[in-house]
């Protein structure tokens, strides 16, 4: 399956995207669904690297400071875990993934990942590339999956709306994110922000 799409984030500058889209802390907050979101250490097992997860998440934009973020920003060649809970249909499985960021060079990620669940799996490969526009950025984004069990016996006639659904509520919750941050910066986190690149 394969999806694409753009979501213009308004009243931004790249920079600022990108430190918000390159925190896994905000990525966890803007993702329904997902319980946490870890690097991995070594040969670490999912499991062992989500009772690294902390109790309580640290702050995000616009409270944390743009170097914290920048410190602990997706890093090239590094792998995540992650448990994703997605609705499709009557099933609600509980995914447990592995992210691996296999490019990342301002302005643009790609990743790759693979996930399972009790009675679902799937395979996906993804990107994405910020483009400024005269007061707002366009993410262009897309994605190849494979899904199979339970989940790919539903079709893509089911999985396209979900899908389609969680992208649009993590690209809202990021844009109303990067709008708390310019009523409380009044420029200045912007600038500050332009140096971490």
Do not use: H
Request: a negative charge; charged letters at 30%.
């Amino acid at each position: 399956m394969e999806f694409n799409g753009t979501a213009t984030i308004e009243d931004a500058s790249t920079e600022e995207v990108w430190l918000a889209l390159s925190d896994p802390y905000m990525i966890k907050e803007a993702l329904p669904g997902c319980a946490f979101i870890v690097e991995i250490e070594g040969d670490e097992e999912i499991e062992e690297a989500a009772e690294r997860a902390p109790e309580e998440d640290p702050e995000t934009l616009p409270e944390a400071e743009p170097e914290e973020i920048a410190e602990r920003a997706f890093v090239e060649g590094s792998r995540y875990a992650a448990r994703m809970q997605i609705s499709v249909g009557s099933v609600k499985p509980k995914f447990d993934t592995m992210v691996t960021i296999d490019d990342r060079e301002f302005p643009e990620m790609n990743a790759s990942a693979e996930g399972e669940s009790s009675n679902s799996s799937f395979e996906m490969s993804s990107g994405m590339e910020l483009v400024e526009t005269e007061n707002d950025v366009d993410v262009e984004w897309w994605a190849e999956a494979d899904v199979f069990g339970r989940v790919a016996q539903m079709g893509q006639r089911v999985i396209n709306p979900v899908a389609k659904r969680v992208v649009g509520r993590f690209f809202d919750e990021i844009e109303a994110q990067l709008q708390e941050v310019s009523e409380e910066s009044s420029g200045g986190l912007r600038s500050r922000i332009s140096g971490l690149f």
